[in-house]
């Protein structure tokens, strides 16, 4: 893949601005939902919507897509809001998040809603669904690849070890997996909770190609995707380190945001924030 | 007296032919193998056991060894079945699904994905491996989740015929198998239809309607013997559990006026609470329940197993009498 000019890099970055917002909005409305990680990893689901995946929003069952499995489903309004906006369905439909009736369940249900790959929430189970179905394509010559987005709390569950030890000992190299290192989750940091470290260590003990990237950084992490596409010999992981609730000074960094915001009154003002630093951004580009 | 068109064997009482149901799903997977490269097996480091090594000798680019790791055996399937393969995943019921029911709830059932789960080695029939391995609880797990479909064959033949169903079905399926020799009762001519009861024994003005699932269809066909000349029941093979053929349980129920149910498993939630869900609402009638009551199982030999658990002939036989009476 051409390396991308500053303008194209750019023009990511006011994605992932975008994203960000509708991400609040949605929260807004829904008056319930998780922001800090939706917020962390936004640079990286505008990479991948607007440029990494191999895929087409009106037609999403197209075969030849690359199928993108969110593993940590609680972050799934970051998706909502990329796949909106690349046009896979209405931008207005985002703020029925969560509400009765609507397709952008408050966890994710692939029956629902035509462009997701599987229904997640409860942890520790996007990578063994990845790895089965990298497996399947692999047996078929398919040369389509298969991402799974996962948490880095997440990896606090034994099913993920299960999974990368699988897709290891199998050298899935048409998959490649991206832990959100934001180094939060519910109860506290990753590192009083359940240390995790050395995450790096263990996958590649595991037999797993690892690459660390800061995740909010939309270059890097495009690099680091293309890197995995020339690892032939084994899966990829690609550590990405994140900012949790990045764009939102006061809670950037803070597991108490894990969740939603503490009342309405603070959700709007962080959209605020948003939205001022998103006319910052714009005009330092111009 | 045996009903003709359930085409059981003549010499079924004698039970000379004996094999575990795992044989005939074994047997079934060769057959699948051959009819419909969709099908793939995944099993969890108990190839010989569950029966499918034959179809991972056969067809290795097809078999999968997850290694001990049941809920990647469940996670995985998703994956191959979300792909557009026909995932047979094997273990025994005690784990999968015991171990892993909440990745059967959620990337199987919730994501109505057509994984074919496998739980061998299930009830107290498995004998001398104790408690820890005797699933008594799967019937109840699986038939709870909304898409899951559950099929309970009742010997090797009638299991070879459910695995194959199962392929037929599009969408998740619980297929439960025991490890133990159990007599051959079909044949090859008896009918099998997914969620279709069929009744295997059918005396003259039957007062009781005894309903079963599993190999223990013997037992139920044997207490139905025993008493022929004193009280006349018919006896009805349900082999799929979900859907529940309701309108032969209603039927059965009313022609009789009282109800046996009989299982290997927890009478709580199991195969006997779907048939009273059914009756308590359309035809009220006594139902006595012939399977565990609470308790967890034990070593020892399959057959005195059942019967210190109270799934003998004679407690069925028990059962039927008891239940006449609060008719």
Redesign the interface.
């Known amino acids: 893949m051409a390396s991308l000019t500053d303008d194209e890099i750019r023009a990511l970055e006011d994605k992932a601005q975008h994203i960000r917002e509708t991400v609040v909005e949605m929260l807004l409305a829904a008056g319930s939902g998780h922001i800090a990680s939706p917020l962390g990893m936004a640079d990286m689901f505008a990479a991948f919507y607007f440029h990494i995946l191999n895929h087409r929003p009106a037609e999403p069952a197209w075969a030849e897509r690359d199928r993108f499995f969110l593993s940590n489903g609680h972050t799934t309004p970051v998706r909502y809001a990329a796949m909106a906006l690349v046009g896979y369905f209405p931008r207005e439909e985002c703020l029925t998040l969560r509400k009765f009736g609507s397709r952008l369940q408050g966890h994710p249900?692939?029956?629902r809603l035509p462009g997701l790959?599987?229904?997640?929430?409860?942890l520790?189970?996007?990578?063994?669904?990845?790895?089965?179905?990298?497996?399947?394509?692999r047996?078929?010559g398919k040369s389509f690849r298969i991402f799974c987005m996962m948490g880095d709390g997440e990896q606090d569950e034994?099913?993920v070890w299960?999974?990368a030890?699988?897709a290891g000992a199998h050298r899935l190299h048409n998959l490649t997996a991206i832990i959100d290192r934001n180094n939060i989750q519910i109860d506290g940091p990753t590192e009083q909770v359940l240390p995790l470290e050395n995450l790096r260590a263990k996958y590649e003990a595991f037999n797993w190609h690892v690459i660390e990237v800061d995740g909010n950084n939309i270059r890097a992490f495009i690099d680091a995707v293309d890197e995995a596409r020339a690892i032939v010999e084994k899966p990829t992981l690609i550590l990405a380190h994140t900012i949790p609730g990045k764009g939102v000074k006061e809670i950037e960094y803070d597991y108490h945001y894990h969740g939603y915001p503490k009342s309405k009154e603070e959700a709007r003002q962080f959209l605020h924030e948003l939205r001022t630093l998103g006319g910052k951004i714009t005009s330092e580009h111009q | 007296m045996l009903e003709n068109n359930a085409h059981l064997r003549a010499d079924w009482y004698e039970g000379k032919e004996q094999s575990p149901t795992r044989d005939g799903f074994g047997r079934a997977l060769l057959t699948l193998g051959e009819q419909d490269p969709r099908v793939v097996v995944l099993c969890a480091d108990l190839a010989e056991s569950t029966r499918v090594l034959p179809f991972a000798e056969k067809y290795p680019d097809r078999f999968v060894e997850v290694g001990v790791a049941e809920q990647n055996l469940a996670t995985l399937g998703s994956g191959f079945a979300a792909y557009g393969k026909i995932p047979f995943i094997a273990s025994y019921a005690a784990f999968s699904p015991g171990r892993n029911y909440e990745q059967i709830r959620t990337t199987i059932a919730l994501n109505q994905m057509p994984v074919k789960v496998c739980g061998m080695h299930a009830g107290v029939s498995v004998g001398p491996d104790g408690a820890t391995h005797q699933a008594l609880e799967d019937i109840a797990l699986m038939r709870a989740l909304p898409h899951m479909t559950v099929i309970s064959p009742c010997d090797a033949e009638e299991a070879y015929k459910a695995t194959l169903a199962a392929v037929a079905h599009d969408g998740p399926v619980y297929l439960r198998f025991g490890r133990e020799k159990t007599a051959l009762m079909t044949t090859p001519k008896t009918p099998f239809v997914f969620g279709k009861a069929t009744t295997a024994w059918l005396g003259d003005a039957p007062q009781v309607a005894i309903f079963a699932t599993g190999p223990l269809l013997y037992n139920a066909l044997a207490a139905a013997k025993e008493l022929e000349k004193t009280i006349a029941v018919s006896v009805t093979n349900m082999h799929t559990i979900k859907p529940l053929d309701r309108d032969a349980v209603v039927a059965a129920a009313r022609a009789a006026g009282a109800v046996v149910t009989v299982e290997e498993h927890q009478i709580a939630g199991g195969f006997g609470s779907a048939v009273a869900e059914v009756l308590a609402q359309l035809h009220p009638v006594p139902i006595e329940f012939v399977g565990v009551r609470d308790q967890f199982g034990q070593s020892g030999e399959p057959s005195e197993l059942i019967e210190h658990y109270g799934m003998g002939i004679s407690h069925i036989v028990a059962a039927v009498k008891k239940v006449v009476g609060r008719k």
């Open positions: 249900e692939r029956l790959e599987s229904t997640s929430g409860p520790g189970e996007g990578l063994g669904q990845a790895a089965g179905y990298a497996y399947a394509a047996l078929d034994g099913s299960e999974a030890l699988f």
